[in-house]
């Protein structure tokens, strides 16, 4: 399972915080367990303060669905955590974004262009 923070609309990778971390932010929203059938991983790009892209890597055996399964659990968290006015696009891809200094794909990008 993988659990990925917002604070307001910052994305965290919850995975690398330590214990005393997590457990400062663990009342903050949490978008946990994006679980949708036919994904095999996926990864955040925050290109703004309140928009996200979701890029995503389909399984061969994805059904047709899985788009609309993607925007439906993100619709229902955003709705649930009261950030409406985050928006979003999912994008499918072959691959994600690998980091050029580590070789790992992370699960969260920051690609706020600063002024």
Request: hydrophobic share 35%; net charge neutral; with cysteine.
């Amino acid at each position: 399972m993988i659990k990925v923070m917002m604070e307001g609309f910052k994305l965290y990778n919850h995975n690398k915080w330590p214990r005393e971390k997590i457990m400062e932010y663990s009342s903050k929203c949490i978008i946990d367990d994006l679980d949708v059938e036919g994904i095999k991983e996926y990864q955040f790009v925050q290109t703004s303060d309140e928009s996200l892209i979701l890029n995503c890597v389909k399984l061969p055996n994805a059904g047709e669905d899985v788009e609309e399964e993607i925007k439906r659990q993100l619709d229902q968290f955003l709705s649930k955590k009261k950030l409406r006015n985050v928006k979003y696009e999912v994008h499918f891809t072959g691959t994600l974004q690998i980091d050029k200094i580590t070789g790992k794909v992370k699960m969260v990008i920051n690609a706020i262009k600063q002024e």
